[in-house]
């Protein structure tokens, strides 16, 4: 009977070490920062189009740098390299914080079926962002901005709404 007794302390005590680490490292991998690039719009008398970042993670990210080809132009819209943040980046992005910037103003109509001679593949813009937390633990994301998506999806809403 002590044999027993033994040998389910034993299994309990590690079960309780993995579980302890195990719990650790889920912790450490969901306490960080996390910079995400998207695109978004508002959708007033026009469709207003931003590029925007935020940072979704539990702690500040710092020394935000962003890499990509900011000579793209959005259809009716300003070439990236006019968005201050991706051009000289970002200090300090507190967690839920998100920062956006207006690229384009369109208006209302089914004029965005002259979209199809923009919808190749230079509607893609891929950005790099690399940042750190206050660690200065250092990480790096990649995003690909599908400026084709914002459109159909705009006309959706103006088609409906």
Request: hydrophobic share 40%; with cysteine; proline share 2%.
């Amino acid at each position: 009977m002590e044999w027993i007794i033994m040998i389910a302390t034993v299994v309990i005590a590690i079960a309780t070490v993995v579980y302890v680490c195990l719990t650790y490292k889920l912790l450490k991998s969901t306490d960080r920062p996390e910079v995400v690039v998207f695109l978004d719009f508002k959708r007033t008398r026009e469709i207003e189009r931003y590029v925007c970042v935020q940072n979704v993670g539990s702690r500040a990210a710092r020394n935000i740098q962003f890499e990509g080809n900011f000579s793209f132009t959005p259809l009716e819209g300003m070439p990236l390299s006019n968005v201050n943040f991706l051009e000289n980046g970002i200090n300090v992005l507190v967690p839920k914080q998100k920062i956006r910037h207006l690229i384009s103003v369109r208006r209302h109509s089914m004029e965005m079926l002259n979209d199809f001679v923009y919808g190749d593949s230079n509607s893609m813009v891929e950005i790099k962002v690399e940042y750190q937390d206050f660690g200065k633990k250092e990480y790096k994301d990649t995003f690909q901005l599908d400026f084709r998506e914002l459109n159909y999806y705009s006309d959706q809403q103006s088609d409906t709404q």
